[in-house]
Nanobody, 113 residues
Framework: QVQLVESGGGWVPPGGSLRLSCEVSGDIWSISVMGWYRQAPGKEVDMVALFIGDTIDYADDVKGRFTIARDNAKTTLTLQMNGLRTDDTGVYYC????????WGQGTQVTVSS
């Protein structure tokens, strides 16, 4: 089992930046996929950025603005978000696929003027 704890959300005006962090613990050795999802108000949960093995995949609408990273031990996962837009608003979830899907509790990101 894997435990995930997010931090770093908050309010930012359009064009601003935020950095999300996820502390990972438990059966880290068994993780095959890890990354970030988000749920915008009234919408489904969508992928934002993932490590699939060592390969990185981004949603089309965040390419060039967001950067996912992790340390070598996979104990800390980050999402640097630049050029934030109002449609980036939502709850951001840390995700890790091991023997089962694992989710953090979520952190709210609000982009508004």
């Amino acid at each position: 089992q894997v435990q995930l704890v997010e931090s770093g959300g908050g309010w930012v005006p359009p064009g601003g930046s935020l950095r999300l962090s996820c502390e990972v613990s438990g059966d880290i050795w068994s993780i095959s996929v890890m990354g970030w999802y988000r749920q915008a108000p009234g919408k489904e949960v969508d992928m934002v950025a993932l490590f699939i093995g060592d390969t990185i995949d981004y949603a089309d609408d965040v390419k060039g603005r967001f950067t996912i990273a992790r340390d070598n031990a996979k104990t800390t996962l980050t999402l640097q978000m630049n050029g934030l837009r109002t449609d980036d608003t939502g709850v951001y979830y840390c995700y890790a696929l091991a023997s089962m899907a694992n989710w953090g509790q979520g952190t709210q990101v609000t982009v508004s003027s």
